[in-house]
């Protein structure tokens, strides 16, 4: 099993971004997939996840109205469409595959992108 | 929304010392979704616990988690040099999920 980010980098405040998380070793529609995030020096927020048959998608306070998630089955990827973007976006975002079946802690971690919002 | 607060911020101790790490929730959690994880420094989480007791596949047992309604509880019995790291606990029967401030184990 492999999650790898990308899409990370610097943008200005009010800009946009896209994070894509390519799977390797499984079918990303066979599981629910989530986007945390790591402010610098900070602890572990949850951004967003979608179901596995992507009927569902759910979003944390902070960016809802903001950033959308979707994937790409054809490709085995996730995505995070990032909008109006904010200094207080700045962190590392995780691409997070959740445990087979519903309600299940997450057991598989990306090694995650940076994302700088900065003028 | 179900806040979860951990505690102590830092837990400085020795290598061989058993290491108490509390995570204590605003309001009843189901021992079903409380899940604690590791991070070393410059690295992903891992997941340790889930279902507050049930240790995720390679987890040594020197790890072991317990508690109930609103007190959980992460032990490490014996810290090995790697286990120095920071820690945090998750409410995943909630959405979205929620976790912890985290508590930093260093080396005293």
């Known amino acids: 099993v492999q999650l790898v980010e990308s899409g990370g980098g610097l943008v200005q405040p009010g800009g946009s971004l896209r994070l894509s998380c390519s799977a390797s070793g499984f079918t990303l529609s066979t599981y629910h997939m989530h986007w945390v995030r790591q402010a610098p020096g900070k602890g572990l927020e949850y951004v967003s996840g979608?179901?596995?048959?992507?009927?569902?998608?759910i979003y944390g306070d902070s960016v809802k109205g903001r950033f959308t998630i979707s994937r790409d089955t054809s490709k085995n990827t996730l995505d995070l469409q990032m909008g109006c973007l904010r200094t207080e976006d700045t962190a590392v975002y995780y691409c997070?595959?959740?445990?087979?079946?519903?309600?299940?802690?997450?057991?598989?971690w990306g090694q995650g992108t940076l994302v700088t919002v900065s003028s | 929304e179900t806040v979860l607060t951990q505690s102590p911020g830092t837990l400085s101790l020795s290598p061989g010392e058993r290491a108490t790490l509390s995570c204590r929730a605003s309001?009843?959690?189901?021992?079903?979704?409380l899940a604690w994880y590791q991070q070393r420094p410059g690295q992903a989480p891992r997941l340790l616990i889930y279902?507050?007791?049930s240790r995720a596949t390679g987890i040594p047992d020197r790890f072991s988690g317990s508690g109930s309604g609103t007190d959980f509880t992460l032990t490490i019995s014996s810290l090995e040099p790697e286990d120095f790291a920071v820690y945090y606990c998750?409410?995943?029967?909630?959405?979205?999920?929620?976790f912890g401030q985290g508590t930093k184990v260093e080396i005293k």
């Open positions: 979608i179901t596995n048959d992507g009927g569902k998608t």
């Open positions: 998750q409410n995943y029967g909630t959405s979205p999920q929620t």
């Open positions: 279902g507050t007791s």
């Open positions: 309001q009843s959690v189901s021992s079903t979704y």
């Open positions: 997070v595959k959740e445990k087979a079946g519903n309600w299940q802690p997450f057991d598989f």
